[in-house]
Protein backbone atom coordinates (compact mmCIF):
# COMPACT_ATOMS: atom_id res chain seq x y z
CA UNK A 1 0.00 0.00 0.00
CA UNK A 2 2.94 2.49 0.58
CA UNK A 3 4.58 1.88 -2.85
CA UNK A 4 0.91 2.46 -4.03
CA UNK A 5 0.54 5.80 -2.17
CA UNK A 6 4.09 6.89 -3.08
CA UNK A 7 3.16 6.11 -6.87
CA UNK A 8 -0.02 7.88 -6.64
CA UNK A 9 1.03 10.80 -5.35
CA UNK A 10 3.27 11.47 -7.91
CA UNK A 11 1.45 11.02 -10.66
CA UNK A 12 -1.15 12.37 -9.94
CA UNK A 13 1.50 15.81 -9.03
CA UNK A 14 2.74 15.71 -12.32
CA UNK A 15 -0.70 15.06 -14.29
CA UNK A 16 -2.96 17.55 -12.56
CA UNK A 17 -0.30 20.09 -13.18
CA UNK A 18 -0.22 19.34 -16.94
CA UNK A 19 -3.67 19.77 -17.35
CA UNK A 20 -3.12 23.41 -15.62
CA UNK A 21 -7.21 23.35 -14.46
CA UNK A 22 -6.87 21.56 -11.25
CA UNK A 23 -8.83 18.95 -12.78
CA UNK A 24 -7.65 15.46 -12.10
CA UNK A 25 -6.34 13.90 -15.21
CA UNK A 26 -8.31 10.59 -15.15
CA UNK A 27 -4.74 8.95 -16.97
CA UNK A 28 -3.19 9.03 -13.51
CA UNK A 29 -5.28 6.33 -12.07
CA UNK A 30 -4.29 4.10 -15.15
CA UNK A 31 -0.39 5.03 -14.12
CA UNK A 32 -1.02 4.36 -10.80
CA UNK A 33 -2.60 0.78 -11.71
CA UNK A 34 -0.06 -0.41 -13.25
CA UNK A 35 2.34 0.61 -11.35
CA UNK A 36 0.41 -1.29 -8.74
CA UNK A 37 0.15 -4.05 -10.44
CA UNK A 38 4.27 -4.41 -11.30
CA UNK A 39 4.72 -3.72 -8.03
CA UNK A 40 2.70 -6.60 -6.54
CA UNK A 41 2.88 -9.41 -9.17
CA UNK A 42 6.15 -8.60 -10.90
CA UNK A 43 7.92 -11.56 -11.56
CA UNK A 44 11.14 -10.39 -9.86
CA UNK A 45 11.56 -8.15 -7.13
CA UNK A 46 11.89 -4.46 -8.19
CA UNK A 47 12.91 -1.08 -6.60
CA UNK A 48 9.78 1.05 -6.60
CA UNK A 49 11.40 4.26 -6.33
CA UNK A 50 13.98 3.52 -8.99
CA UNK A 51 10.68 2.52 -11.47
CA UNK A 52 8.80 5.22 -10.83
CA UNK A 53 12.05 7.67 -11.32
CA UNK A 54 12.81 5.90 -14.50
CA UNK A 55 9.08 6.56 -15.33
CA UNK A 56 9.01 10.01 -14.91
CA UNK A 57 12.24 10.99 -16.68
CA UNK A 58 11.17 8.79 -19.51
CA UNK A 59 7.81 10.62 -19.93
CA UNK A 60 9.22 14.16 -19.82
CA UNK A 61 12.28 12.71 -22.32
CA UNK A 62 9.11 11.74 -24.83
CA UNK A 63 7.72 15.34 -24.69
CA UNK A 64 10.57 17.84 -25.87
CA UNK A 65 14.45 18.01 -25.43
CA UNK A 66 14.15 20.06 -22.31
CA UNK A 67 11.44 19.20 -19.91
CA UNK A 68 13.05 17.20 -17.71
CA UNK A 69 13.28 15.38 -13.75
CA UNK A 70 16.05 16.83 -11.24
CA UNK A 71 16.11 14.67 -7.76
CA UNK A 72 16.62 16.60 -4.84
CA UNK A 73 20.06 16.76 -4.78
CA UNK A 74 20.54 17.47 -8.32
CA UNK A 75 18.16 20.51 -7.69
CA UNK A 76 20.56 21.32 -4.59
CA UNK A 77 23.28 21.43 -7.22
CA UNK A 78 21.30 23.56 -9.40
CA UNK A 79 20.16 26.40 -7.07
CA UNK A 80 23.79 26.79 -5.57
CA UNK A 81 24.57 27.64 -9.83
CA UNK A 82 21.63 29.91 -9.84
CA UNK A 83 21.21 31.24 -6.79
CA UNK A 84 24.62 32.38 -6.89
CA UNK A 85 25.91 30.96 -2.85
CA UNK A 86 25.97 27.62 -1.19
CA UNK A 87 26.79 26.86 2.24
CA UNK A 88 30.21 25.28 2.75
CA UNK A 89 33.62 25.70 3.69
CA UNK A 90 35.20 27.56 0.79
CA UNK A 91 37.37 26.26 -1.35
CA UNK A 92 38.09 24.71 -5.14
CA UNK A 93 39.36 21.82 -4.90
CA UNK A 94 39.92 18.86 -7.41
CA UNK A 95 40.74 14.68 -6.84
CA UNK A 96 44.37 14.32 -7.97
CA UNK A 97 46.20 10.55 -7.20
CA UNK A 98 42.72 9.91 -4.88
CA UNK A 99 43.04 12.63 -2.65
CA UNK A 100 41.27 15.77 -2.31
CA UNK A 101 43.38 18.43 -3.52
CA UNK A 102 42.71 22.34 -3.16
CA UNK A 103 43.46 24.28 -5.79
CA UNK A 104 42.54 27.61 -4.39
CA UNK A 105 40.83 29.04 -0.56
CA UNK A 106 38.02 31.25 -1.85
CA UNK A 107 39.29 35.18 -0.85
CA UNK A 108 37.58 35.98 2.69
CA UNK A 109 36.03 32.30 2.79
CA UNK A 110 35.51 30.08 5.99
CA UNK A 111 39.01 28.08 5.07
CA UNK A 112 41.08 31.01 3.85
CA UNK A 113 40.90 32.78 7.36
CA UNK A 114 41.68 29.47 9.49
CA UNK A 115 44.65 29.34 6.77
CA UNK A 116 43.77 26.76 4.32
CA UNK A 117 46.14 27.16 1.31
CA UNK A 118 46.44 26.17 -2.44
CA UNK A 119 48.20 22.76 -2.87
CA UNK A 120 46.93 21.34 0.66
CA UNK A 121 45.46 18.08 0.94
CA UNK A 122 42.62 16.87 3.00
CA UNK A 123 43.02 13.22 3.82
CA UNK A 124 41.02 12.81 7.22
CA UNK A 125 37.44 14.45 7.87
CA UNK A 126 35.89 14.44 11.00
CA UNK A 127 38.35 11.65 11.91
CA UNK A 128 37.64 9.07 8.84
CA UNK A 129 40.12 9.10 6.07
CA UNK A 130 39.24 10.52 2.98
CA UNK A 131 42.58 9.93 1.09
CA UNK A 132 43.35 6.71 -1.15
CA UNK A 133 39.23 5.49 -0.64
CA UNK A 134 38.16 6.30 -4.40
CA UNK A 135 36.19 9.16 -2.84
CA UNK A 136 34.32 11.05 -5.94
CA UNK A 137 33.60 14.58 -6.34
CA UNK A 138 30.09 14.09 -5.24
CA UNK A 139 31.87 12.75 -1.71
CA UNK A 140 33.48 15.67 -1.20
CA UNK A 141 30.38 17.84 -1.47
CA UNK A 142 28.53 15.96 0.77
CA UNK A 143 30.97 16.10 3.32
CA UNK A 144 32.34 19.71 3.45
CA UNK A 145 28.95 21.18 2.28
CA UNK A 146 26.19 22.03 5.60
CA UNK A 147 24.59 24.92 6.90
CA UNK A 148 25.55 27.71 7.54
CA UNK A 149 27.83 27.83 11.08
CA UNK A 150 27.75 24.45 11.74
CA UNK A 151 31.58 22.95 12.34
CA UNK A 152 33.50 20.58 10.45
CA UNK A 153 37.48 19.14 11.81
CA UNK A 154 39.54 17.98 8.68
CA UNK A 155 43.28 16.68 8.88
CA UNK A 156 45.61 18.45 6.45
CA UNK A 157 49.12 17.46 4.86
CA UNK A 158 50.83 20.19 3.44
CA UNK A 159 54.32 20.16 1.32
CA UNK A 160 57.42 20.66 3.71
CA UNK A 161 55.50 20.21 7.06
CA UNK A 162 55.85 17.13 8.98
CA UNK A 163 52.39 15.21 10.42
CA UNK A 164 48.47 16.38 10.11
CA UNK A 165 48.19 20.09 10.15
CA UNK A 166 44.30 20.25 11.85
CA UNK A 167 41.79 22.83 11.11
CA UNK A 168 38.28 23.07 12.45
CA UNK A 169 36.18 25.02 9.97
CA UNK A 170 32.82 26.64 10.27
CA UNK A 171 30.65 26.58 7.84
CA UNK A 172 29.48 30.17 6.04
CA UNK A 173 28.11 31.52 2.52
CA UNK A 174 30.08 31.11 -0.45
CA UNK A 175 29.63 32.80 -3.48
CA UNK A 176 29.24 31.34 -6.65
CA UNK A 177 30.64 33.94 -9.52
CA UNK A 178 28.66 33.74 -12.62
CA UNK A 179 31.38 36.38 -13.87
CA UNK A 180 34.79 34.32 -15.54
CA UNK A 181 36.45 37.89 -15.79
CA UNK A 182 36.84 41.40 -17.28
CA UNK A 183 39.68 43.28 -17.92
CA UNK A 184 40.53 45.93 -20.30
CA UNK A 185 41.98 44.64 -23.95
CA UNK A 186 43.83 47.83 -24.75
CA UNK A 187 43.03 51.82 -23.39
CA UNK A 188 39.69 51.81 -25.15
CA UNK A 189 37.89 47.90 -25.21
CA UNK A 190 36.51 46.25 -22.27
CA UNK A 191 36.28 42.55 -21.81
CA UNK A 192 33.40 40.77 -19.73
CA UNK A 193 33.09 36.97 -20.10
CA UNK A 194 29.81 35.84 -18.22
CA UNK A 195 29.35 32.45 -17.54
CA UNK A 196 26.19 31.86 -16.59
CA UNK A 197 22.70 33.91 -15.64
CA UNK A 198 22.65 33.46 -12.10
CA UNK A 199 21.08 35.91 -9.31
CA UNK A 200 24.07 37.52 -9.08
CA UNK A 201 25.03 38.25 -12.58
CA UNK A 202 23.78 41.43 -13.25
CA UNK A 203 25.31 42.69 -10.15
CA UNK A 204 28.87 41.29 -11.17
CA UNK A 205 28.36 42.72 -14.42
CA UNK A 206 27.44 46.66 -13.03
CA UNK A 207 30.42 45.75 -10.62
CA UNK A 208 33.00 44.69 -13.64
CA UNK A 209 31.15 47.29 -16.17
CA UNK A 210 32.12 50.42 -13.69
CA UNK A 211 35.81 49.18 -13.14
CA UNK A 212 35.88 49.19 -16.73
CA UNK A 213 34.74 52.80 -17.24
CA UNK A 214 36.63 53.71 -14.62
CA UNK A 215 39.71 52.48 -16.48
CA UNK A 216 38.73 54.46 -19.71
CA UNK A 217 36.62 51.51 -21.49
CA UNK A 218 34.45 52.96 -23.97
CA UNK A 219 33.82 49.96 -25.78
CA UNK A 220 32.39 46.74 -24.85
CA UNK A 221 32.81 42.86 -25.53
CA UNK A 222 30.25 40.65 -24.12
CA UNK A 223 31.88 36.85 -24.06
CA UNK A 224 29.11 34.49 -24.13
CA UNK A 225 30.66 32.11 -25.57
CA UNK A 226 29.42 28.75 -23.69
CA UNK A 227 27.06 30.16 -22.00
CA UNK A 228 24.24 27.86 -21.20
CA UNK A 229 21.88 30.38 -20.17
CA UNK A 230 19.81 30.86 -17.02
CA UNK A 231 17.04 32.52 -15.05
CA UNK A 232 15.23 34.80 -17.39
CA UNK A 233 14.62 37.82 -15.52
CA UNK A 234 18.77 37.85 -15.48
CA UNK A 235 18.81 37.98 -19.42
CA UNK A 236 16.28 40.64 -19.51
CA UNK A 237 17.58 42.96 -16.79
CA UNK A 238 21.33 42.57 -18.83
CA UNK A 239 19.93 43.40 -22.10
CA UNK A 240 18.63 46.37 -20.51
CA UNK A 241 21.88 47.82 -20.03
CA UNK A 242 22.28 47.32 -23.70
CA UNK A 243 18.96 49.05 -25.07
CA UNK A 244 17.71 52.84 -24.25
CA UNK A 245 13.35 53.40 -23.67
CA UNK A 246 10.84 51.04 -23.82
CA UNK A 247 12.22 48.22 -26.05
CA UNK A 248 10.75 44.93 -26.26
CA UNK A 249 13.78 42.34 -25.31
CA UNK A 250 11.68 39.04 -25.49
CA UNK A 251 8.37 37.39 -25.40
CA UNK A 252 6.88 33.87 -24.55
CA UNK A 253 4.28 32.23 -25.76
CA UNK A 254 2.25 29.32 -24.63
CA UNK A 255 -1.06 27.52 -25.36
CA UNK A 256 -1.60 27.03 -21.62
CA UNK A 257 -0.07 30.25 -19.98
CA UNK A 258 -0.39 33.85 -20.52
CA UNK A 259 1.74 35.37 -23.23
CA UNK A 260 4.35 38.04 -21.55
CA UNK A 261 6.34 40.81 -23.31
CA UNK A 262 9.74 41.92 -21.28
CA UNK A 263 10.85 45.53 -22.11
CA UNK A 264 13.44 47.46 -20.96
CA UNK A 265 12.27 49.97 -18.73
CA UNK A 266 15.45 51.54 -16.61
CA UNK A 267 18.45 53.67 -18.01
CA UNK A 268 21.45 51.26 -18.72
CA UNK A 269 25.27 51.88 -17.51
CA UNK A 270 26.35 50.80 -21.39
CA UNK A 271 23.64 52.21 -23.65
CA UNK A 272 25.79 54.07 -26.22
CA UNK A 273 29.51 52.62 -26.62
CA UNK A 274 29.74 50.45 -29.39
CA UNK A 275 28.76 46.82 -28.30
CA UNK A 276 30.23 43.17 -29.56
CA UNK A 277 28.85 40.05 -28.01
CA UNK A 278 30.48 36.38 -28.85
CA UNK A 279 28.73 33.49 -29.24
CA UNK A 280 29.18 29.89 -30.15
CA UNK A 281 27.26 26.70 -30.39
CA UNK A 282 27.20 26.53 -27.10
CA UNK A 283 25.41 29.81 -26.30
CA UNK A 284 21.56 28.95 -25.08
CA UNK A 285 18.49 29.84 -23.71
CA UNK A 286 19.15 33.53 -21.73
CA UNK A 287 22.69 34.38 -23.66
CA UNK A 288 20.52 34.31 -27.22
CA UNK A 289 17.92 36.72 -25.56
CA UNK A 290 20.59 38.90 -24.60
CA UNK A 291 21.93 38.10 -27.96
CA UNK A 292 19.20 38.40 -30.35
CA UNK A 293 17.55 41.55 -28.63
CA UNK A 294 20.94 43.40 -29.37
CA UNK A 295 20.77 42.35 -33.08
CA UNK A 296 17.14 42.87 -33.52
CA UNK A 297 17.65 46.41 -32.45
CA UNK A 298 20.70 46.90 -34.03
CA UNK A 299 22.54 48.05 -30.99
CA UNK A 300 25.23 45.53 -31.74
CA UNK A 301 27.27 43.58 -33.47
CA UNK A 302 26.87 39.79 -33.16
CA UNK A 303 30.36 37.87 -33.70
CA UNK A 304 30.91 33.84 -33.64
CA UNK A 305 29.40 30.82 -34.96
CA UNK A 306 25.62 30.18 -35.00
CA UNK A 307 24.19 29.83 -31.05
CA UNK A 308 22.71 26.57 -29.86
CA UNK A 309 19.07 26.88 -30.31
CA UNK A 310 17.25 26.49 -26.67
CA UNK A 311 14.06 28.84 -27.01
CA UNK A 312 11.81 26.61 -24.69
CA UNK A 313 10.31 27.97 -21.81
CA UNK A 314 10.62 25.90 -18.36
CA UNK A 315 8.43 26.03 -15.43
CA UNK A 316 9.25 24.61 -12.24
CA UNK A 317 6.90 22.23 -10.62
CA UNK A 318 8.05 20.88 -7.10
CA UNK A 319 7.44 17.33 -5.85
CA UNK A 320 6.44 16.19 -2.41
CA UNK A 321 9.92 14.73 -2.11
CA UNK A 322 11.99 17.46 -2.66
CA UNK A 323 12.51 16.76 -6.42
CA UNK A 324 11.16 18.75 -9.33
CA UNK A 325 10.10 18.90 -12.70
CA UNK A 326 10.88 21.33 -15.20
CA UNK A 327 7.81 21.29 -17.52
CA UNK A 328 8.24 23.49 -20.82
CA UNK A 329 5.22 26.06 -20.81
CA UNK A 330 6.18 28.48 -23.45
CA UNK A 331 8.91 29.53 -26.29
CA UNK A 332 11.10 32.49 -26.62
CA UNK A 333 11.03 34.92 -29.64
CA UNK A 334 13.33 37.35 -30.22
CA UNK A 335 11.32 41.06 -30.74
CA UNK A 336 11.45 40.50 -34.70
CA UNK A 337 9.75 37.69 -33.74
CA UNK A 338 12.18 35.18 -34.54
CA UNK A 339 11.79 31.80 -33.00
CA UNK A 340 15.21 31.20 -30.64
CA UNK A 341 14.46 27.03 -30.68
CA UNK A 342 15.91 24.88 -32.96
CA UNK A 343 13.49 22.39 -34.65
CA UNK A 344 13.17 18.79 -32.62
CA UNK A 345 10.32 16.48 -34.17
CA UNK A 346 13.10 14.36 -35.28
CA UNK A 347 13.60 13.02 -31.81
CA UNK A 348 15.85 13.53 -29.00
CA UNK A 349 18.86 11.50 -30.02
CA UNK A 350 18.62 13.87 -33.10
CA UNK A 351 18.32 16.93 -31.55
CA UNK A 352 21.22 16.14 -29.31
CA UNK A 353 23.70 15.42 -31.81
CA UNK A 354 22.63 18.55 -33.54
CA UNK A 355 26.48 20.68 -32.98
CA UNK A 356 28.11 17.02 -34.08
CA UNK A 357 25.61 17.23 -37.86
CA UNK A 358 26.38 20.79 -37.96
CA UNK A 359 30.28 19.85 -37.56
CA UNK A 360 29.39 17.16 -40.34
CA UNK A 361 27.67 19.48 -42.48
CA UNK A 362 30.59 22.09 -42.21
CA UNK A 363 28.50 24.88 -40.45
CA UNK A 364 31.23 25.33 -38.37
CA UNK A 365 33.70 25.85 -40.63
CA UNK A 366 32.28 27.75 -43.89
CA UNK A 367 29.00 30.06 -43.07
CA UNK A 368 27.83 29.20 -46.58
CA UNK A 369 26.81 25.63 -45.32
CA UNK A 370 24.07 26.98 -43.51
CA UNK A 371 20.78 27.70 -45.14
CA UNK A 372 17.83 29.10 -44.20
CA UNK A 373 14.62 29.01 -45.87
CA UNK A 374 13.11 32.72 -46.94
CA UNK A 375 10.77 31.78 -44.64
CA UNK A 376 12.78 32.44 -41.83
CA UNK A 377 13.90 35.98 -42.78
CA UNK A 378 13.89 38.91 -40.69
CA UNK A 379 14.17 42.70 -41.00
CA UNK A 380 15.77 44.45 -37.60
CA UNK A 381 13.69 47.07 -36.08
CA UNK A 382 15.85 50.27 -36.52
CA UNK A 383 18.35 49.03 -39.83
CA UNK A 384 16.19 47.32 -41.89
CA UNK A 385 18.67 44.59 -41.77
CA UNK A 386 18.10 40.77 -42.62
CA UNK A 387 18.53 38.36 -39.69
CA UNK A 388 17.40 34.91 -39.48
CA UNK A 389 15.50 32.79 -37.46
CA UNK A 390 15.05 28.98 -37.91
CA UNK A 391 16.97 28.00 -34.38
CA UNK A 392 19.53 30.00 -32.32
CA UNK A 393 21.44 33.03 -33.49
CA UNK A 394 22.95 33.81 -36.36
CA UNK A 395 26.17 35.92 -36.28
CA UNK A 396 26.66 39.16 -38.24
CA UNK A 397 30.03 37.98 -38.49
CA UNK A 398 30.79 34.32 -39.00
CA UNK A 399 34.54 33.38 -37.85
CA UNK A 400 35.20 29.77 -38.74
CA UNK A 401 36.15 27.26 -36.12
CA UNK A 402 40.16 26.50 -36.84
CA UNK A 403 40.59 23.00 -36.84
CA UNK A 404 44.04 23.07 -38.12
CA UNK A 405 45.59 22.21 -34.68
CA UNK A 406 43.06 19.39 -33.50
CA UNK A 407 44.43 15.97 -33.58
CA UNK A 408 43.66 12.46 -31.80
CA UNK A 409 46.36 12.94 -29.67
CA UNK A 410 45.71 16.33 -28.99
CA UNK A 411 41.94 15.72 -28.00
CA UNK A 412 43.17 12.87 -25.55
CA UNK A 413 45.25 14.76 -23.85
CA UNK A 414 42.62 17.89 -22.65
CA UNK A 415 40.40 15.35 -21.55
CA UNK A 416 41.88 15.37 -19.02
CA UNK A 417 45.50 14.45 -18.32
CA UNK A 418 46.64 18.11 -19.39
CA UNK A 419 44.30 19.57 -16.65
CA UNK A 420 45.99 16.78 -13.86
CA UNK A 421 49.58 17.62 -14.95
CA UNK A 422 48.72 21.13 -14.28
CA UNK A 423 47.94 20.34 -10.88
CA UNK A 424 50.73 18.12 -9.87
CA UNK A 425 53.07 20.73 -12.04
CA UNK A 426 51.76 23.65 -9.85
CA UNK A 427 51.75 21.58 -6.82
CA UNK A 428 55.83 20.37 -7.11
CA UNK A 429 56.83 24.09 -8.32
CA UNK A 430 54.13 26.67 -6.48
CA UNK A 431 57.19 28.79 -4.66
CA UNK A 432 59.61 28.38 -7.46
CA UNK A 433 57.08 30.05 -10.01
CA UNK A 434 55.69 32.64 -7.88
CA UNK A 435 59.16 33.44 -6.99
CA UNK A 436 59.84 34.40 -10.77
CA UNK A 437 56.43 35.54 -11.33
CA UNK A 438 55.47 37.31 -8.29
CA UNK A 439 52.09 38.40 -10.43
CA UNK A 440 50.24 37.92 -13.45
CA UNK A 441 51.53 40.55 -15.45
CA UNK A 442 55.18 39.74 -14.76
CA UNK A 443 53.98 35.47 -16.12
CA UNK A 444 52.01 36.17 -19.17
CA UNK A 445 54.90 38.37 -20.34
CA UNK A 446 57.86 36.66 -19.74
CA UNK A 447 56.91 33.00 -18.92
CA UNK A 448 56.42 30.58 -21.67
CA UNK A 449 56.74 26.77 -21.61
CA UNK A 450 60.18 25.65 -22.39
CA UNK A 451 61.15 22.32 -24.00
CA UNK A 452 61.64 20.45 -20.89
CA UNK A 453 58.53 21.40 -19.68
CA UNK A 454 56.56 19.94 -22.49
CA UNK A 455 58.54 16.95 -22.20
CA UNK A 456 57.40 16.39 -18.84
CA UNK A 457 53.89 16.85 -19.94
CA UNK A 458 54.95 14.17 -22.39
CA UNK A 459 55.99 11.76 -19.93
CA UNK A 460 53.14 12.40 -17.90
CA UNK A 461 50.89 11.56 -20.61
CA UNK A 462 52.90 8.12 -21.52
CA UNK A 463 52.56 7.39 -18.05
CA UNK A 464 48.81 7.92 -18.72
CA UNK A 465 48.61 5.18 -21.41
CA UNK A 466 48.66 7.99 -24.01
CA UNK A 467 51.15 6.91 -26.21
CA UNK A 468 53.26 9.99 -27.96
CA UNK A 469 52.92 10.49 -31.32
CA UNK A 470 55.37 12.76 -33.46
CA UNK A 471 53.52 13.87 -36.39
CA UNK A 472 50.55 14.80 -34.43
CA UNK A 473 52.28 16.60 -31.65
CA UNK A 474 53.97 18.52 -34.52
CA UNK A 475 50.20 19.93 -35.36
CA UNK A 476 49.05 20.37 -32.01
CA UNK A 477 52.14 21.68 -30.35
CA UNK A 478 51.40 25.48 -30.29
CA UNK A 479 48.17 25.27 -28.97
CA UNK A 480 48.99 22.37 -26.58
CA UNK A 481 52.01 25.03 -24.84
CA UNK A 482 49.09 27.91 -25.14
CA UNK A 483 46.74 25.40 -22.96
CA UNK A 484 49.74 24.71 -20.86
CA UNK A 485 50.46 28.34 -19.98
CA UNK A 486 46.58 29.14 -19.95
CA UNK A 487 46.29 26.30 -17.19
CA UNK A 488 49.30 27.18 -14.92
CA UNK A 489 48.48 31.00 -15.10
CA UNK A 490 44.47 29.42 -13.68
CA UNK A 491 45.78 27.58 -10.94
CA UNK A 492 48.57 29.64 -9.90
CA UNK A 493 46.87 33.26 -10.09
CA UNK A 494 43.20 32.65 -10.53
CA UNK A 495 40.61 31.56 -12.90
CA UNK A 496 39.92 34.65 -14.97
CA UNK A 497 43.69 34.92 -16.47
CA UNK A 498 43.71 31.86 -18.27
CA UNK A 499 41.62 33.75 -20.61
CA UNK A 500 43.92 37.00 -20.46
CA UNK A 501 46.41 34.11 -21.80
CA UNK A 502 44.10 32.39 -24.19
CA UNK A 503 42.49 35.50 -25.74
CA UNK A 504 44.65 36.45 -27.99
CA UNK A 505 44.73 33.02 -29.71
CA UNK A 506 40.61 32.95 -29.93
CA UNK A 507 39.56 34.17 -33.51
CA UNK A 508 36.64 34.92 -32.19
CA UNK A 509 37.56 37.19 -29.73
CA UNK A 510 40.19 38.68 -32.17
CA UNK A 511 37.56 39.46 -34.88
CA UNK A 512 35.96 41.44 -32.17
CA UNK A 513 38.41 43.14 -31.15
CA UNK A 514 39.44 44.12 -35.21
CA UNK A 515 35.84 45.53 -35.06
CA UNK A 516 36.17 47.90 -31.99
CA UNK A 517 39.32 48.98 -33.38
CA UNK A 518 37.71 49.45 -36.41
CA UNK A 519 34.50 51.48 -35.95
CA UNK A 520 33.75 51.86 -39.90
CA UNK A 521 33.59 47.98 -39.19
CA UNK A 522 31.15 47.82 -36.70
CA UNK A 523 28.96 50.66 -38.12
CA UNK A 524 28.78 49.29 -41.74
CA UNK A 525 27.31 45.96 -40.39
CA UNK A 526 24.35 47.65 -38.21
CA UNK A 527 23.61 50.33 -41.20
CA UNK A 528 20.42 50.51 -42.99
CA UNK A 529 19.58 48.48 -45.72
CA UNK A 530 17.09 49.66 -48.33
CA UNK A 531 14.44 47.80 -50.17
Known sequence: MKRFKIFLVLALTILVTM????????????????????????????????????????????????SSYLSKEDMEQLNEQLEGEFEGIGVSFNILEDTIYIIRAISGGPSERVG???????????????????????DVQRLLKGPKGTRVDISIRRRGVNGFLEFTITRDKIPVYSLDVSYMVNDRIGYVKLARFSHTSVDEFEKALKALKAEGMADLILDLSGNGGGWLPVAVDLADHF??????????EGAKVPDRRYKSRKSGLFEDGNLVIMIDGNSASASEIVSGAVQDWDRGVIVGRRSFGKGLVQQPFYLNDGSMIRLTVARYYTPTGRLIQKPYENGYEEYALDLITRYNRGELTSADSIAFPESQRYKTLVQNRTVYGGGGIMPDYFVPLDTSVYTDYYGRLIRGILNQFVLQYVDDHRDDFLESYPDFETYNKQYEPM????????????????????????????????????????????????YEVYNPANEVFNKAVEILKNPSMHHRKLAKVEN
Open 19 to 66: TGKGQINPQAFKLTEVMNKVSHYYVDSINDNEVVERTIVQMLHELDPH
Open 116 to 138: IQAGDRIVKVEGETVAGTGITTR
Open 243 to 252: LSGNKEIVRT
Open 451 to 498: PKHLDELVAFAENEDLPFNQKEWVISKSQIALLLKGYLARDLYGMGYF
